[in-house]
């Protein structure tokens, strides 16, 4: 047997009789995989078996509402409001547990998050004078409506024990409902419930020891706070410790975490990839609260390796390590790490297109890993159905099909005709705060240089070679190439990827032609550097990076506002020439004079050869795939599409 290399993590932890395998708690994450109604599906079944053979001591059902009705945040969240659910519930423990792991839920009520009542009455908050948006319809709780919701909380804490749990977190961060009570920003009561911090503790601390006697004594209960808010008048660090201080009178694991959901700190709730890479934002908090609670600690946040988890615990910064994007990346990351091939581990790239769970509703999924949520090796072909594929374009589409297509028993060539696999990721990694993006192509080109693949650079596919190798399926992955134009004075803009490489130079004043990531992204870099940068597009202001999901859209956009990056939509550019000639919305002359113009005016399909090789062999042999079926596409969408052709085949 081999010995294992993190002694720490793999050191089980009994808390109120309860042993848990380990120290690695899978975070609690948005799913929306359950039926509209919050009942159970097979869906949800799969997905959290998948969440339970990762190797995590236990798996935590995210955002678990309190109150199932229509001012809920989502559809599909779990229902455990309502004792037909039970047996749905135990299902999901019993799936669970007997794939190795513990099943928690996270209870929890958005209070002025909430979406507004369908019937048009006021929302009820802890303070009216909060609304999260001007002209929100909300009204200031009442002892009733506060009387209510603790019974919430001790109903569906008391459900899940009927149904199995031996576990449930509550939710008491990100200016959740709980922490809306604790947060000076979010609480500007007048009564015995607001102004001080003992009084503002006081509604959460009721709701603790409350659902503690309804459980007893047999139910472990794991608390999540923000150590901070990270807000103008939000909850700080001292204020949060002397809370967890008294809360741990009631509850048995403090879970640390930071910012508000609500706001901009909200990039350090969920991190986004312009943060330092690979450095844990919450240890340093997590420490303190170890030396001063008696209870357990957990910790979250970028924690991205089984060797950072290990060093956090054998270093005393915490007691258990929470990691939920390192786990939809890769499923298998404690597996390949116990074997001793952690540079086998996909890395995640902290896109947050997993979030759009969170923005509108959509089931939770990865960007870089199609198969997050279903376990096992992929079944092989039987060999008298293998095939020859020939695979054209080695981007991320193009390499995820010759993976999946080797994995599967069929016979992969991929042909690329640049000299490196990877296609405009390698362009999309450049600026200096993609490092993660960096590490994941470089990955993904190792694992298809592996993969069995025949691989061919600096070839490009013709109909001749099509017929010369005869293949009996074809996946065109051709990709996208940048556009240029017909605009006057194109020719002295720089283009976009020489910029971000520094195989040109940028003169001290900038304008960057293009408001999608791209663009920002370049903007971004060259403020960095101290160079003075406007960007135009004919698009407006607000839909600058629509296709950005929205927490590192927020972090982008207050970066290049930190930076003095101006802004301008709605300009139609007419001319470039010394800047950037354009007319705006009303039809009027402006001009953006610049010692450098980059273009950054986006992508288009490179469908040529895939549109001639459906007309000629059509859609039974031949399947397109990735940007080259449509503009501005995403790695997710290439990765997605790439794996159900080669799934298809």
């Not at 380990?22 to 609690?28: A, C, D, G, K």
């Not at 008298?384 to 069929?410: F, T, W, Y």
């Amino acid at each position: 047997m081999k010995k294992n290399p993190y002694p720490h993590v793999f050191s089980p932890i009994t808390i109120r009789g309860l042993t848990l395998k380990n120290r690695l708690e899978y975070s609690p994450t948005v799913v929306l995989k359950c039926n509209a109604d919050g009942t159970m599906s097979q869906d949800m079944l799969d997905f959290m078996e998948w969440q339970a053979r990762t190797g995590a001591g236990w798996v935590t059902v995210g955002d678990t509402p309190v109150t199932h009705d229509n001012t809920s945040h989502w559809l599909c969240e779990m229902n455990v409001c309502d004792d037909d659910c039970i047996h749905g519930m135990n299902a999901l423990v019993e799936v669970c547990r007997k794939n190795g792991a513990e099943l928690s839920a996270e209870l929890a009520y958005a209070g002025r998050g909430n979406r507004a009542p369908r019937d048009g009455a006021p929302t009820a908050v802890v303070s009216a004078e909060r609304p999260l948006a001007e002209g929100d319809n909300v009204r200031t709780m009442t002892r009733e409506d506060m009387d209510y919701l603790k019974q919430q909380y001790v109903d569906c804490a008391v459900r899940c024990k009927h149904a199995g749990f031996r576990m449930v977190m509550l939710h008491c961060a990100h200016n959740n409902f709980l922490a809306q009570w604790l947060s000076p920003d979010s609480n500007v009561r007048t009564d015995e419930y607001g102004g001080s911090p003992e009084n503002r503790r006081k509604y959460p601390l009721e709701v603790l020891k409350a659902v503690r006697e309804a459980v007893g004594n047999d139910m472990v209960i794991e608390l999540r706070v923000s150590a901070t808010e990270g807000i103008p008048g939000g909850l700080e660090f001292e204020e949060s410790l002397a809370f967890m201080e008294l809360a741990q009178e009631y509850v048995d694991i403090m879970h640390i975490s930071q910012g508000s959901i609500f706001h901009l700190s909200a990039r350090y709730t969920i991190p986004t990839y312009f943060r330092e890479p690979h450095k844990p934002l919450n240890t340093g908090y997590s420490e303190i609260v170890k030396q001063h609670l008696h209870i357990p600690v957990a910790v979250v946040g970028m924690i991205t390796s089984l060797e950072q988890a290990e060093e956090i615990i054998a270093s005393g910064k915490a007691d258990i390590v929470a990691m939920a994007k390192s786990f939809m990346a890769d499923g298998d990351i404690v597996h390949k790490s116990l074997a001793g091939e952690p540079d086998k581990v996909r890395p995640c790239t902290r896109c947050d297109l997993c979030g759009n769970a969170n923005t509108w509703g959509t089931a939770m999924s990865c960007a870089i890993n199609p198969r997050c949520g279903i376990y096992g090796e992929i079944e092989k072909v039987p060999e008298s159905d293998r095939k020859n594929v020939m695979v054209i374009g080695g981007g991320p589409a193009g390499m995820m099909a010759a993976q999946i297509l080797e994995q599967r028993g069929h016979k992969a060539s991929l042909y690329e005709k640049s000299d490196r696999l990877g296609g405009l990721l390698n362009d999309a990694s450049l600026v200096p705060f993609k490092q993660l993006m960096r590490e994941y192509v470089d990955w993904d080109i190792r694992e298809t240089m592996e993969c069995g693949a025949a691989i061919y650079l600096n070839t490009e596919v013709t109909e001749e070679l099509i017929e010369k190798e005869n293949p009996d399926a074809i996946i065109v992955a051709t990709g996208s190439v940048y556009m240029t134009p017909p605009i006057p004075g194109i020719e002295n803009a720089l283009a976009v990827r020489d910029v971000d490489a520094h195989t040109v130079e940028t003169g001290d004043s900038v304008v960057v032609c293009g408001g999608g990531i791209t663009g920002l992204e370049c903007a971004l870099a060259l403020a960095l550097e101290g160079k003075t940068v406007t960007v135009v597009d004919m698009l407006p202001r607000e839909s600058f990076v629509m296709e950005m999901p929205i927490f590192n859209k927020a972090d982008l956009l207050a970066q290049l506002e930190e930076k003095g990056v101006k802004l301008y939509g709605s300009q139609r550019i007419q001319a470039i020439e010394n800047g950037v000639k354009t007319l705006d919305a009303d039809g009027g002359e402006q001009f953006f004079k610049a010692d450098s113009v980059v273009n950054a005016l986006g992508v288009k399909p490179d469908d040529g050869l895939g549109k001639l090789l459906l007309s000629k062999y059509g859609s039974d042999q031949v399947i397109m795939v990735g940007d080259c079926t449509a503009r501005g596409g995403t790695y997710y969408r290439a990765n997605h599409e790439a794996y159900n052709a080669a799934m298809r085949i």
